[in-house]
């Protein structure tokens, strides 16, 4: 089975924190992202990656950033955390050219 | 006006009723179309994959394509309280930007017993 592991289930953070959020795919996928889920406005993307290093953004980067220095591992990064950036934070794993995206469990982050 | 726009719900059956969800677009552009199926602490799963317009039937769940309409249905059959959950749809353009969906804000059902 494709196995999308997402490092932190739940956090807690203070205004201003740094925050990293670990995101881990076994199935040597091409395609990794991260889309941050938030009651009545869905799924919306973040950041994208097709390939080692590289990185596109999405609909909504700004106080984001991202890496990924290796194949199954990419991070997504908060510079200065804000407290409308509280929200649940999923990252997705897909091969080239498919549709399907496999997604991890989640990561919810509390910004106080 | 978003792009996808999907019926809010939340949405209350019992046991054993038919159970439709809806979401329209207005980008001509999308070609791929799924529903994802996410039950509360979960992330999302896949749970119906359709390109053409017309019908596609897998065991109790239908989903239907209108491509003329730019609307987009799942059909539940002989709903079960195992079927509560959130249901996504979600679509994307293929080509290059294949892996790239847009997703409806989502459905919350919940099925009584």
């Known amino acids: 089975d494709v196995k999308v592991t997402q490092s932190s289930r739940y956090l807690v953070k203070r205004t201003g924190e740094k925050v990293f959020l670990e995101c881990v795919q076994d199935m040597d996928h091409e395609n990794m992202f991260w889309y941050r889920q938030d009651p009545g406005l869905g799924l919306r993307l973040i950041y994208f990656?097709?390939?080692?290093?590289?990185?596109e953004k999405g609909d909504i980067p700004e106080g984001y950033s991202v890496s990924r220095e290796k194949k199954e591992r990419f991070s997504l990064i908060l510079e200065s955390a804000s407290t409308n950036q509280t929200s649940m934070y999923l990252c997705?794993?897909?091969?080239?050219?498919?549709?399907?995206?496999?997604f991890g469990e989640g990561s919810r982050l509390t910004v106080l | 006006q978003k792009e996808v726009e999907q019926d809010p719900g939340p949405l209350s059956v019992p046991e054993g009723a038919i159970v439709s969800l809806n979401c329209t677009y207005s980008n001509s552009a999308f070609q791929y179309f799924m529903w994802y199926r996410q039950y509360s602490r979960k992330g999302p799963e896949l749970l119906m994959y359709t390109y053409s317009s017309g019908n596609k039937e897998d065991g109790r769940f239908t989903a239907q394509v209108d491509k003329s309409s730019k609307y987009i249905s799942l059909f539940i059959r002989d709903s079960q309280p195992s079927d509560s959950a959130t249901y996504l749809c979600?679509?994307?353009?293929?080509?290059?930007?294949?892996?790239?969906?847009?997703f409806g804000q989502g459905t919350i059902l919940t099925v009584h017993p």
């Open positions: 990656s097709y390939d080692v290093k590289m990185k």
């Open positions: 997705a794993s897909s091969p080239r050219g498919a549709g399907e995206l496999f």
């Open positions: 979600a679509m994307s353009w293929g080509g290059t930007s294949y892996g790239k969906l847009t």
